[in-house]
């Protein structure tokens, strides 16, 4: 079983920062890719950011380029989500999925972002 912890949400106030860390524990067999979803009220998950395990290549939503780095520590089977120039509507519940090289998915339980003066 594969558990997923995330952590680092909170307040902010637009344009401030905030860094979502997500680590992973468990029976891991191999990672494929680690992203970072968000799910706003009202509205449907969305897709936030992607970065492979092996190689480490990501990719963005249009929306948070620029703004939004993802990362990884393999030793630490962690992926970190950097948000600067927060907006407003970037306010959401962030979770983190696991993908294995077997397509197996799981989900972390969320973290609150809430971007307000």
């Known amino acids: 079983q594969v558990q997923l912890v995330e952590s680092g949400g909170g307040l902010v106030q637009p344009g401030g920062s905030l860094r979502l860390s997500c680590a992973a524990s468990?029976?891991?067999?191999?990672?494929?890719?680690m992203d970072w979803y968000r799910q706003a009220p009202g509205k449907e998950r969305e897709f936030v950011a992607t970065?492979?395990?092996?190689?480490?290549?990501?990719s963005y939503a249009d929306s948070v380029k620029g703004r939004f780095t993802i990362s990884r520590d393999n030793a630490k089977n962690t992926v970190y989500l950097q948000m600067n120039d927060l907006k407003p509507e970037d306010q959401a519940i962030y979770y983190c999925?696991?993908?294995?090289?077997?397509?197996?998915?799981?989900w972390g339980q969320g973290t609150q972002v809430t971007v307000s003066s």
């Open positions: 999925r696991l993908t294995t090289t077997r397509l197996n998915f799981y």
């Open positions: 970065i492979r395990w092996s190689g480490g290549t990501t």
């Open positions: 468990g029976t891991i067999f191999t990672l494929y890719t």
